[in-house]
């Protein structure tokens, strides 16, 4: 080829090329703007825009990642704040998430100011700082970006809520993504199973990718079988309402919750609503819903989960899903310390209530959840019916009870078989040794008790080759017994008995706690339980 047509060649290239480069401009979606009277919100875009220029602007102390697409495949993004931000340490989290509805957007204005006032903050203010450096901060700016801009292509909006995911063979779009989380989906008709309504749950639960998305996000958040987000708020708008679970149902305490977390949820709500006005109250008191975010926050994960419907008060006509941008700075700065406050109480919600020296150590385990037991470790028990199970146990009894159907705490324990009778077999612990043992637990320096609340009942026919046990294992993998009781042979009912032990020896080290229950030398009526173990601050 002569230089000319090899010049003619790349030319010819350079225009197909271009060509394509536009093909592929016009194929990404134009994003439509806020109207120019409103032109302080942000939409898409410009929201992706402040997020990645405050991670540019404090790289030390902001780092962003997508925790999964939209149905439309627009990222999900949230921003970790924290000091050394991109280590995972060892500190209370806390989740802040935004618009799960489309129209809401002002509660996109209140995610960015937050990621604002903990940034700009720092440097100025001892509050910020000290939260900043001993908390990791999670915020979800949009958990529904389609909705949000779909939102915008109306004049100038379109009232939408739901994401943007098609409901096959319908003709409607759209999943309410605050009816499609797990926890008693579709339990209680505080939602809906027609595709076209506001408050479409879905096909089934987790159905939509953004909650997907959320969903998979927490669970990454357990490590060593412990949820590390202890605080979450959703933001909503409007009513001025500060919400905790459940939603689903108008009791106050159902049987999935405790007595200890109500009241901390009550003295939580209380406070936070003291420092923005809003009025404090039980979800299902505005209306029932299921399937909605925080009962499953709560419900799977024991996080202390709140609703925050923001500004204004008003919630009749749609105007009042918009108001006009002159708005958003007050509205927001109105939740600064409130947001401040749920921070800073990541580090120990139950401190409302007068509980943190028993309810804020480094274990507090009411059962209610399996927070990372290992049955039989060591892959030596030998026991063939009645193993350690947590849940909520069956009562038993002959010559008096023997399992107990009550717990020190919500309505499950850790028990040998929680079943009752199982025909002629009781159910209780046969044929050896069961052994179950914790995750593993930091504990400072210094360190307060070990305590539980537990029974061993037995009939006349135990010896003292029949026991229950409860051992400190150190990170070396040697076992220290703290506790014992020894079968004998008289009749002995169950009954809870609390216990106390020093964690002085263990100070500053990493360990786990194993529990085991025997029936040995022949057979007895074996049971025994453990419930609300605790290591509590000194
Ligand atoms: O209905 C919702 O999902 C929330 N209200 S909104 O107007 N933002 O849609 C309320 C969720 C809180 N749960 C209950 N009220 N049960
Ligand atoms: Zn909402
Ligand atoms: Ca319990
Ligand atoms: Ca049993
Ligand atoms: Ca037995």
């Given at each position: 080829?002569?230089?000319?047509?090899?010049?003619?060649?790349?030319l010819?290239?350079?225009?197909?090329?271009?060509?394509?480069?536009?093909?592929?401009?016009?194929?990404?979606?134009?994003?439509a703007?806020?109207?120019?009277?409103?032109?302080?919100?942000?939409?898409?875009?410009?929201?992706?825009a402040?997020?990645?220029?405050?991670?540019?602007?404090?790289?030390?102390?902001?780092?962003?990642?997508?925790?999964?697409?939209?149905?439309?495949?627009?990222?999900?993004?949230?921003?970790?704040?924290?000091?050394?931000?991109?280590?995972?340490?060892?500190?209370?989290?806390?989740?802040?998430?935004?618009?799960?509805?489309?129209?809401?957007?002002?509660?996109?204005?209140?995610?960015?100011?937050?990621?604002?006032?903990?940034?700009?903050?720092?440097?100025?203010?001892?509050?910020?700082?000290?939260l900043?450096?001993?908390?990791?901060?999670?915020?979800?700016?949009?958990?529904?970006?389609?909705?949000?801009?779909?939102?915008?292509?109306?004049?100038?909006?379109?009232?939408?809520?739901?994401?943007?995911?098609?409901?096959?063979?319908?003709?409607?779009?759209?999943?309410?993504?605050?009816?499609?989380?797990?926890?008693?989906w579709?339990?209680?008709?505080?939602?809906?199973?027609?595709?076209?309504?506001?408050?479409?749950?879905?096909?089934?639960?987790?159905?939509?990718?953004?909650?997907?998305?959320?969903?998979?996000?927490?669970q990454?958040r357990?490590?060593?079988?412990?949820?590390?987000?202890?605080?979450?708020?959703?933001?909503?708008?409007?009513?001025?309402?500060?919400?905790?679970?459940?939603?689903?149902?108008?009791?106050?305490?159902?049987?999935?919750?405790?007595?200890?977390?109500?009241?901390?949820?009550?003295?939580?709500?209380?406070?936070?609503?003291?420092?923005?006005?809003?009025?404090?109250?039980?979800?299902?008191d505005?209306?029932?819903?299921?399937?909605?975010q925080?009962?499953?926050?709560?419900?799977?994960?024991?996080?202390?989960?709140?609703?925050?419907?923001?500004?204004?008060?008003?919630?009749?006509?749609?105007?009042?899903?918009?108001?006009?941008?002159?708005?958003?700075?007050?509205?927001?700065?109105?939740?600064?310390?409130?947001?401040l406050?749920?921070?800073?109480?990541?580090?120990?919600?139950?401190?409302?209530?007068?509980?943190?020296?028993?309810?804020?150590?480094?274990?507090?385990?009411?059962?209610?959840?399996?927070?990372?037991?290992?049955?039989?470790?060591?892959?030596?028990?030998?026991?063939?019916?009645?193993?350690w199970?947590?849940?909520?146990?069956?009562?038993?009894?002959?010559?008096?009870?023997?399992?107990?159907?009550?717990?020190?705490s919500?309505?499950?324990?850790?028990?040998?078989?929680?079943?009752?009778?199982?025909?002629?077999?009781?159910?209780?612990?046969?044929?050896?040794?069961?052994?179950?043992?914790?995750?593993?637990?930091?504990?400072?320096?210094?360190?307060?008790?070990?305590t539980?609340?537990?029974?061993?009942s037995?009939?006349?026919?135990?010896?003292?080759?029949?026991?229950?046990?409860?051992?400190?294992?150190?990170?070396?993998?040697?076992?220290?017994?703290?506790?014992?009781?020894?079968?004998?042979?008289?009749?002995?009912?169950?009954?809870?008995?609390?216990?106390?032990?020093?964690?002085k020896?263990?100070?500053?080290?990493?360990?786990?706690?194993?529990?085991?229950?025997?029936?040995?030398?022949?057979?007895?009526?074996?049971?025994?339980?453990?419930?609300?173990?605790?290591?509590e601050?000194?």
């Amino acid at each position: 080829m002569r230089k000319r047509q090899i010049a003619a060649l790349i030319l010819a290239l350079l225009f197909l090329f271009g060509l394509l480069a536009e093909a592929a401009d016009a194929a990404a979606p134009a994003e439509a703007n806020f109207p120019p009277k409103d032109s302080r919100y942000h939409n898409y875009p410009e929201m992706v825009a402040e997020i990645m220029a405050a991670q540019a602007a404090y790289p030390d102390l902001v780092s962003v990642f997508s925790i999964g697409k939209s149905y439309l495949g627009r990222d999900i993004w949230v921003a970790k704040v924290s000091d050394h931000v991109t280590t995972d340490e060892a500190e209370p989290e806390v989740l802040i998430d935004a618009l799960h509805h489309a129209r809401e957007h002002l509660t996109t204005e209140q995610a960015l100011y937050l990621l604002k006032v903990l940034t700009t903050g720092y440097a100025t203010d001892s509050l910020v700082k000290r939260l900043v450096d001993s908390r990791e901060i999670f915020i979800v700016f949009a958990l529904n970006p389609d909705g949000m801009q779909y939102d915008l292509t109306g004049s100038p909006y379109r009232a939408w809520r739901k994401n943007r995911q098609p409901n096959v063979g319908t003709g409607t779009v759209g999943t309410d993504l605050n009816r499609n989380y797990a926890y008693d989906w579709g339990c209680c008709r505080g939602s809906s199973g027609s595709p076209g309504s506001l408050t479409y749950r879905g096909r089934r639960p987790f159905s939509a990718p953004e909650t997907q998305a959320l969903r998979d996000f927490v669970q990454s958040r357990v490590i060593d079988g412990r949820q590390q987000i202890v605080m979450h708020i959703t933001l909503h708008t409007n009513g001025e309402l500060v919400l905790w679970p459940y939603g689903h149902t108008k009791t106050d305490i159902p049987a999935d919750m405790t007595r200890t977390d109500h009241a901390a949820f009550v003295a939580l709500g209380k406070r936070m609503a003291q420092r923005n006005g809003y009025k404090p109250e039980q979800s299902s008191d505005l209306y029932i819903t299921d399937g909605d975010q925080i009962d499953w926050m709560y419900g799977r994960y024991r996080i202390f989960s709140f609703t925050w419907e923001l500004y204004p008060t008003e919630h009749h006509r749609t105007s009042d899903f918009y108001p006009a941008d002159e708005r958003i700075a007050a509205a927001v700065a109105n939740n600064r310390s409130a947001l401040l406050y749920a921070i800073d109480k990541a580090d120990c919600p139950y401190s409302p209530i007068y509980q943190a020296k028993a309810d804020c150590g480094p274990l507090y385990d009411d059962f209610e959840i399996d927070r990372g037991w290992t049955r039989d470790p060591d892959g030596t028990d030998t026991a063939t019916d009645g193993l350690w199970q947590i849940g909520d146990p069956t009562a038993t009894s002959i010559l008096g009870p023997k399992q107990l159907g009550t717990t020190t705490s919500g309505r499950a324990a850790l028990v040998t078989g929680l079943a009752g009778v199982k025909g002629t077999d009781a159910n209780d612990v046969d044929g050896g040794t069961t052994t179950i043992r914790s995750a593993p637990v930091l504990l400072p320096d210094p360190v307060g008790d070990l305590t539980f609340s537990y029974y061993f009942s037995h009939r006349s026919n135990a010896t003292s080759a029949d026991w229950f046990r409860v051992w400190v294992e150190a990170q070396d993998g040697t076992r220290t017994l703290v506790r014992e009781e020894l079968g004998k042979a008289t009749d002995d009912d169950a009954r809870w008995i609390p216990v106390r032990v020093s964690m002085k020896p263990w100070a500053g080290q990493k360990v786990r706690i194993v529990i085991g229950a025997a029936d040995g030398a022949g057979d007895s009526r074996i049971e025994a339980a453990v419930d609300d173990l605790r290591i509590e601050r000194p």
